[in-house]
């Protein structure tokens, strides 16, 4: 207690180490004073029960159970044990050997439980060694030293009894410089399923095979025809590829009876990348998609699997039905999107599998459910909810498991898993040694249960969404061991739920409060909802001035189908940056379609037309769109007669089309004007555009003076005109001798002073011959720019 009341870091006070040390003399002087008087009798009584390894000792051994075959022997067999002993202390084994050793029957699922917490637990009690030469012997065991070892041994030298579940142990004795005699140094405990005949009644037992992964394609896609899909990264190239967590899946699975629990976004991601498809780089970078043929062949050999047996397809992307349930129900329009998933999940799997799935089954996260989770999970159609055993507990005192299914009401059938048998394969399971322990358990509780009554029962056993590679072999391996043993059946999801019930199992589903806090803090926050709700109203307003909306409609609706997936449960600030990232793709395709700037505009006159233009960047047309202009001082500046007009809009695919509109001035002065964008239902589209109007208005006496002036210019022009003939004509007469007071050359064609002799003799240079005008030049096109400064308008 002492030591306890030191603050970690600091070293004990004087005081402190006095009162250890008294204590340590005081507790150990009894202990001496028995090995003083006793020599004999303490090397005697050394044996295992009575003088265990303690915790943390330096003498400790530990034991690797890598594999135990037949898992589930019968007469006539030679169980075979392998693994490794490691001496972990600081001193030498010597004398060691390894021996089996066979515990007591376990005759309750609790005691298996109960059991396995204490595997390597010296003080737990176990069965008298298998010696003679069923042992493997070691000279020595250096410290941190490893050794191999493999046992063979007949069924019948294991001396089992009944039928039920043995402890079965792996145990390493010998001794040690500090402890020289004989005693068991370390234990690994397992369980030995023993049923040689056949079970009066076989328990049917469903194993569902998940086929469920993250997130992987965006909603972005290329400009083409073809939409070329832009995944998020290359991780799924890498669970396809050999060796990779679906591959594996795959490949164990085909072999199995089991029933097949797919996600339609899945096989989505993977039949997008049979073709051209891109991967996201840094910033708005992508790179061309090399894994079209491993796509190809996981597709292939998967059709291959599945036809035959049942398939069951989650909702696409399989959503996270809790986290509606407690969180999406607030946010208007979050159950659409469970619907649209549930619809589109059957057509997904017919297209890709060429099978038919079952679509009525929902499975909530780990089985758990509450009154609020079963609504939501029947909202979209399904009418068997896959719950848990630990989380639809029995009430009725109940000493065995009963079948599966549960009707719970309003047509509603819960299809209840076993808890301990679907977390049998859970944790880390890469070492051969957690392997072997993971499928012995899972056989041992398989077969308990069966013992359990002599009542037929329909067992469901759904494990975790995504297993990982070891833990699909280890879950193989107890599968295969459980095909055609004397107390199981496989059989089918459908025909389990279809089980006729146990009058005494529970019905009653667990209150809101009774959800699993551990699970409460994965759900999805209110705010992703919301984000969602927003995109889509973004996508509804965009949609309807598409001419082809299906470009759109279907790659973000199957985005936001992605941001409700459960597999964000454990990726929330990557659940975020997918979910932004789908709006403000959005948003950029809406901003491909806008109105152009432009800058003050004059009108000189009562009357005028004012352009304004509008660009569609999109590879598509839009239509469905009414363009309004508006003046804010329709006394002074009226647009089509009243203070706003309207007309409507369609343009090309990456065009622009300049819309004209009618104006009349009653007055001089500035007037602001505002174009906007709206759609057929009245909702604005794109920002608003901004620009003024300088109005001036042109009196009669200076419409006068202008005629007047243009009427003099008019006259000059046609009298140098004559002058300018004239004079030609008498140089001609004269010859090129009679040249005026200058020269008269190609630089000076005409001296001043002939000029003015021929204007003098009545000759006017309009009698000149004609001389051809200056080319005009060509009208620069339209620019998609804003209009410069001191723009004028089409009168």
């Known amino acids: 207690m002492a030591e306890a009341a030191d603050f970690q870091g600091t070293s004990p006070s004087p005081a402190r180490r006095w009162l250890r040390r008294t204590g340590a003399l005081l507790a150990g002087a009894p202990l001496l004073a028995g090995l003083l008087q006793l020599p004999g009798a303490a090397s005697a009584q050394a044996t295992p029960a009575d003088a265990p390894k303690q915790a943390g000792s330096s003498d400790g051994v530990s034991v690797s159970l890598d594999s135990l075959s037949p898992g589930v022997p019968t007469d006539g067999d030679t169980v075979t044990v392998s693994g490794t002993v490691t001496n972990n202390s600081k001193q030498t084994v010597t004398g060691a050997h390894v021996g089996l050793r066979v515990g007591p029957q376990l005759s309750t699922r609790s005691a298996i439980d109960s059991a396995a917490h204490q595997s390597d637990s010296l003080r737990a009690s176990i069965g008298p060694e298998v010696g003679g030469k069923y042992t493997e012997k070691f000279a020595k065991l250096a410290p941190g030293v490893s050794q191999h070892f493999s046992l063979s041994v007949p069924v019948d030298k294991l001396d089992l009894g009944d039928d039920g579940v043995y402890q079965l142990g792996v145990a390493l004795s010998g001794r040690t410089a500090a402890r020289p005699w004989d005693r068991m140094l370390g234990i690994q405990r397992t369980f030995l399923p023993w049923q040689p ?21 965006s909603a972005k896609t290329g400009a083409g025809e073809s939409q070329t899909p832009v995944f998020l990264n290359d991780d799924l190239a890498k669970d396809l590829a050999p060796g990779g967590r679906l591959a594996q899946m795959l490949a164990l699975g085909k072999d199995l009876d089991v029933t097949w629990v797919i996600d339609p976004d899945l096989l989505a991601s993977v039949d997008a990348m049979t073709r051209s498809y891109r991967v996201q ?65 059957s057509t997904t799997v017919q297209t890709v599998l060429h099978v038919t799935p079952k679509t009525d089954f929902a499975w909530p996260v780990d089985g758990a459910v509450d009154p609020s989770i079963i609504k939501v999970a029947t909202s979209a159609g399904a009418d068997k909810v896959i719950a848990r055993s630990d989380s639809l507990r029995e009430t009725g005192g109940l000493t065995y498991s009963p079948s599966a299914a549960r009707p719970i009401g309003g047509g509603t059938t819960a299809v209840v898993a076993d808890a301990g048998l679907s977390t049998a394969f859970e944790g880390d399971l890469t070492k051969a040694g957690s392997s072997t322990l993971a499928v012995q358990e899972f056989l041992a509780q398989s077969l308990e249960l069966d013992r359990q009554t002599d009542k037929q029962r329909s067992i469901v056993v759904a494990p975790q969404r995504m297993p990982s590679a070891s833990q699909a072999q280890a879950m193989a391996q107890a599968i295969t061991a459980l095909k055609g043993e004397t107390w199981s059946q496989p059989q089918d999801l459908a025909a389990a739920a ?298």
């Open 197 to 217: 005949q056949e079970a009066d009644a076989k328990t049917k037992t469903t194993y569902l095979w998940p086929l469920i992964s993250n997130v992987h394609v």
């Open 498 to 795: 279809k089980t006729k019930p146990d009058p005494r199992a529970t019905t009653r589903i667990p209150s809101t409060s009774a959800y699993p806090s551990s699970l409460r803090k994965q759900e999805m926050p209110r705010h992703a909802f919301e984000q969602t709700a927003r995109t889509q109203d973004k996508l509804d307003n965009f949609q309807v001035i598409l001419s082809d909306q299906s470009r759109v409609v279907t790659p973000f609706g199957r985005a936001m189908n992605r941001e409700m997936s459960t597999s964000w449960r454990q990726e929330r600030t990557e659940a975020d940056h997918f979910r932004t990232g789908v709006e403000s793709w959005l948003d950029d395709l809406a901003d491909q379609v806008k109105l152009i700037d432009k800058s003050e505009t004059k009108l000189s006159g009562r009357s005028a037309t004012i352009p304004v233009t509008v660009q569609n960047n999109l590879v598509q047309g839009v239509d469905h769109l009414v363009l309004r202009l508006t003046s804010s001082q329709p006394t002074r500046l009226k647009i089509g007669g009243k203070a706003y007009s309207e007309q409507p809009v369609d343009v090309s695919g990456g065009h622009s089309q300049s819309v004209k509109f009618d104006t009349s001035a009653n007055a001089n002065g500035r007037v602001t004007v505002y174009a906007q964008l709206y759609t057929q239902d009245g909702q604005e589209y794109s920002n608003r555009v901004r620009f003024d109007v300088k109005v001036t208005e042109v009196t009669p006496t200076v419409m006068l003076v202008i005629g007047g002036g243009v009427l003099l210019l008019v006259l000059a022009g046609f009298r140098m005109y004559t002058q300018r003939k004239r004079a030609a004509a008498r140089q001609e007469e004269n010859g090129p001798d009679e040249a005026g007071d200058g020269p008269a050359g190609p630089e000076n064609p005409e001296g001043p002073g002939d000029r003015l002799q021929k204007e003098s003799d009545g000759h006017s240079p309009a009698d000149d011959p004609e001389q051809p005008s200056d080319p005009t030049p060509d009208t620069a096109p339209e620019s998609a720019g804003p209009s410069g400064t001191g723009e004028r308008v089409d009168r």
């Open 281 to 345: 780089g840094p910033g708005d970078t992508t790179t061309a998609g090399t894994h079209q043929a491993l796509a190809k062949q996981w597709l292939a050999d998967l059709q291959k699997a599945v036809a035959g047996h049942e398939v069951v397809a989650l909702p696409f992307s399989d959503p996270d039905l809790a986290s509606l349930a407690h969180t999406g129900t607030s946010v208007t329009g979050s159950l659409s999107h469970l619907k649209d998933a549930t619809d589109v999940a």
